[in-house]
């Protein structure tokens, strides 16, 4: 699978961090070890044109100067495989930004996971998933509904990486404009 990410910053991925480490003591979660980076999602897909992708990624990050987005709370994907994650606030530039990748890299990618379309798109940063069942979610929930789970994140470069199924593969960064690594 590819997918476009934006790795969290330094004090993002350590709250994050925190918060997996609570979890996994607590709750006995440890299936986000699968996914050991704190991160959020552009979009995913089984397929794709990489050299179309980094050229889109390329011209993309050319327009983007850094900004902030915020996480508010925690959510729950239901259904078959739940998720446990942190909600990131939309703002106008996050819409438009998701927009023009999904736009731009659509006519690059095969089998395009259609969670990540516009307008149905959740942002967010996973806290548990894989094997969060209900006493688990249940105890996740008793702990984490009286902390305080706000905090920015910079989003300044996006991420084009190939996941085989058991580990991360090929890893690029694009930075945006002004930034230097």
Not at 9 to 25: G, V
Not at 27 to 46: D, K, N
Not at 140 to 168: K, R
Request: hydrophobic share 45%.
């Amino acid at each position: 699978m590819y997918a476009i990410t934006t790795m969290l910053d330094a004090s993002a991925d350590e709250k994050t961090r925190s918060l997996w480490r609570f979890l996994e003591c607590d709750c006995h979660l440890e299936g986000i070890r699968l996914t050991p980076w704190p991160h959020f999602s552009w979009l995913g897909a089984q397929e794709a044109d990489k050299a179309g992708v980094k050229q889109q990624l390329t011209n993309l990050t050319a327009l983007f100067e850094p900004f902030t987005v915020q996480t508010v709370g925690f959510g729950v994907f239901t259904g078959a495989a739940p998720v446990l994650y942190l909600p990131i606030v939309k703002n106008r530039m996050l819409l438009e930004m998701h927009e023009m990748v999904w736009n731009s890299t659509l006519p690059h990618l095969k089998d395009v996971n259609f969670y990540y379309e516009p307008k149905g798109w959740v942002p967010h940063v996973t806290l548990a998933f894989r094997d969060l069942e209900a006493r688990r979610l249940a105890c996740a929930v008793e702990e984490l509904i009286s902390m305080p789970l706000e905090f920015l994140i910079t989003v300044n470069h996006f991420e084009f990486a190939f996941y085989n199924g058991e580990a991360l593969m090929g890893v690029e960064r694009y930075w945006f404009k002004g930034v230097c690594p």
